[in-house]
């Protein structure tokens, strides 16, 4: 007479689970996306609006933590989504393995990390009081002029021949606002072709409803390090 084959107890039970290649596989799509919804993301630079800072197809690592307990500063590169007043369209509608090649560009940051999904540079905060220009050119922050060797392609400004008091207006002028409660006022390094918050009011008839913000719950996080080409790998 054959002896019944025991059951395997539990522990015998648990080995063969994490021995499975089906469980490695889903633990490693669980633990990414823990890491991609809480603590880093990478992103895929759609536009030259940060040039030279940088370049169109660049890889760039998000530190989604950077901002606990913190709120973004001026001088800070960072990731948002625009919401209606971008012009943001919704999402198309994909089916199942749209979604999975969507979410895999995601995770690996060869693909648009969102339908409008940004990254510009943070000039002031909330209550903080902006304007452009000085005598010389540059945008002040609650009447401070800021230093911003990062600028590339700005607009043109010629004291006394083409500034703002001139009979034509520089556009790189915009009148002094306040950033209301929990926004950011965001422009690109590529001043001259980026569309940002000040792109709808560098005219002397902007409406006062011209400006665009990032809102605080948008924020994606801290652009920190490029990650790809190679070649360009640097910190931001």
Known sequence: MVAPTPKPTRQQWWRRVIGNPWFHLIAAFVVAGLVLSFVAKPYWVPSGSMENTLQPGDRILVNRLAFVGSSPATGDVIVFDADAKWDATPPPETDLFGSVVGWIGQLTGFGPSGPH???????????????????????????????????????????????????????????????????YLMLGDNRANSADSAVRCRTDDAAEDCWRWATGEGVVGKAVVILWPIGRWSGL
């Open 117 to 183: 999904t940004l990254i510009k540079r943070v000039i002031g905060g909330p209550g903080q009081r902006v304007e452009c220009c000085t005598d010389t050119g540059a945008v002040t922050v609650d009447g401070t002029p800021l230093t911003e060797p990062y600028v590339w392609n700005d607009f043109e400004f010629t004291p006394d021949i083409l500034d703002c008091d001139s009979a034509i207006r520089s556009p790189r002028c915009f009148d002094e606002v306040t950033v209301p409660a929990d926004s």
